[in-house]
């Protein structure tokens, strides 16, 4: 169980969980979690798929509660509340852009001459104006995300949820993304999730700009506050290589002192230091460059 965290003493957060889980389907419950923050701009890093699944009405909550600006998450979006952009939601193929936009601003307040001026508004605060006669089917995968922040922010509410955004973009679509989402953040508040990032990447820019992350790992909040003090250089990273010296490279770290575990994947450990400190991650690239071996992935474990 989780002790609540308490950022401020606001009447309204943005974001409160109390003793929350949804209801599990064909899995073990998770274990209840309990938040609080009045950040404008929320960051959620890891494992936040019951969250997700109850905002896009696929899940039940079975215990506790969660809010967003004082009212029931689950039915903030009805309510205008919150504006929520799944990460890969259905799209109508045949729907152009501008028709989708029009269509989901009418579905929200009944007004056809409101709708119009709402996706007007939406084309041109986010660039899509060269994508409006577009059909949904022709969008790749970075439009359709833009699509979606746009969706998201059109009846101006004020939050929005965006379900990692930038999830299997390729560096210069993610960037892309992320001035959106910056862009959103300008006019309401942005509760986002992202996987944790390895530095730099656009997942790290994008958790960089956030007041706040919370890093929920294995049903736990291991860690919060804010970005500064969450990648804070530590001791526990995790690093998978490639390349044919990957035994001579894990033995040359284990004769600096670093502590290697061998994870499931070939050329995957998690590696412990003997103490905190910014050229942590300066040897293992160096190393796993002397060795000829590519680095594919390299992040912060982080600890409770």
């Known amino acids: 169980m989780n002790e609540t965290v308490a ?38 890093v890891g494992d936040w798929a019951g969250l997700f699944l109850l905002l896009g009405g696929r899940t039940e909550i079975e215990s506790g509660s969660a809010q967003v600006l004082g009212h029931p998450l689950e039915s903030a979006i009805p309510r205008g509340i919150l504006g929520f952009a799944a990460c890969d939601a259905p799209l109508p193929g045949s729907f152009t852009v501008t028709e989708y936009l029009r269509h989901a601003a009418r579905l929200s307040h009944g007004s056809a001459s409101r709708a119009v001026h709402d996706a007007t508004r939406a084309l041109d605060r986010y660039g899509l104006v060269p994508l409006a006669k577009r059909k949904l089917a022709e969008l790749a995968l970075y439009q359709q995300r833009a699509l979606g922040i746009a969706q998201a922010t059109l009846t101006a509410p004020p939050m929005v949820c965006l379900e990692a955004p930038l999830r299997d973009l390729d560096a210069p679509s993610a960037d892309y993304i992320g001035r959106l989402c910056a862009e959103a953040a300008t006019q309401c508040r942005v509760l986002l999730s992202a ?110």
């Open 7 to 44: 950022v401020s003493d606001g009447v309204a957060p943005t974001l409160e969980l109390r003793q929350f889980a949804v209801r599990a389907q064909g899995a073990a419950a998770a274990t209840p979690l309990s938040l609080r923050s009045d950040a404008r701009r929320i960051g959620l």
């Open 195 to 304: 996987s944790p990032p390895s530095s730099p990447s656009p997942e790290r820019s994008l958790l960089d700009a956030c007041d706040e992350l919370f890093v929920h790992k294995q049903g736990v909040l291991v860690a919060h506050g804010s970005p500064s003090a969450v990648f804070a250089a530590g001791t526990r990273y995790a690093i998978t290589v490639k390349g044919a010296q990957i035994a001579d490279f894990s033995r040359e770290l284990a004769g600096a002192g670093v502590r290697l575990e061998a994870r499931a994947q070939s050329g995957s450990f998690n590696v412990e230091f003997p103490e905190a400190g910014k050229e942590s991650t300066d040897l293992l690239l160096d190393t796993a460059l002397a060795h000829g071996l590519i680095v594919l992935e390299l992040e912060p474990l982080f600890v409770g």
